[in-house]
C-alpha cells in the first residue's frame, strides 16, 4: 500500500488543490495525493485552474473538486499549505507546514512563484518518501 498524503488549507480551492495536482504528477509512484480543507468553496480558484492547465496540461476541474478533511481517507502525511489563521487538524504519523502565500486574488507571477514552491517541495516529499528519510 502506499503512503497516503493529504494536502490542507481552510477552503481547499487553491494552494492544496494544485498540491494535490502536482503530487499525482510528481509523487504517484510512492504516494496518493489528496486535498480538503475545513470548509469548501463552489469551485476550484480558476486563477490556479488556468495556470496549472496551461503549465502541466493538468485541468483540475475534471479530476479534482473542492473537499472537507471528512472526505477523505485516513493519511500518513499532512502537509499544511501555510495558512493566515490556524490552519486545520487532522491526524496522520508526520505533519509539514509548507508556509506558502495565497495567490488568490494576485497576479500571475505570484501564482507560478507560489507553484514552483509546490512543485519544488512535492518533489523532495516524493524522494524523502521514495528513500524513506521520513520515519513513518
Not at 510528481?26 to 496551461?54: C, H, L, M, W
Amino acid at each position: 500500500m502506499k503512503i497516503k498524503v493529504a494536502f490542507i488549507c481552510v477552503h481547499n480551492s487553491c494552494r492544496s488543490q494544485m498540491a494535490e495536482a502536482l503530487g499525482k504528477l510528481y509523487g504517484s509512484e510512492v504516494f496518493d495525493s489528496y486535498s480538503a480543507g475545513t470548509e469548501t468553496k463552489p469551485q476550484i480558484n480558476q486563477d490556479a485552474v488556468r495556470i496549472i492547465k496551461e503549465r502541466y496540461g493538468i485541468d483540475m476541474e475534471k479530476t479534482q473538486y473542492s473537499k472537507l478533511l471528512t472526505d477523505i481517507p485516513n493519511v500518513d502525511i499532512a502537509i499544511k499549505m501555510g495558512c493566515n489563521v490556524v490552519c486545520p487538524y487532522l491526524p496522520a504519523k508526520y505533519v509539514e507546514d509548507w508556509g506558502l502565500e495565497d495567490p488568490t486574488g494576485k497576479s500571475d507571477e505570484v501564482f507560478n512563484e507560489v507553484i514552483d514552491r509546490i512543485e519544488d517541495n512535492i518533489k523532495l516529499l516524493s524522494y524523502k518518501i521514495g528513500n524513506k528519510i521520513i520515519d513513518l
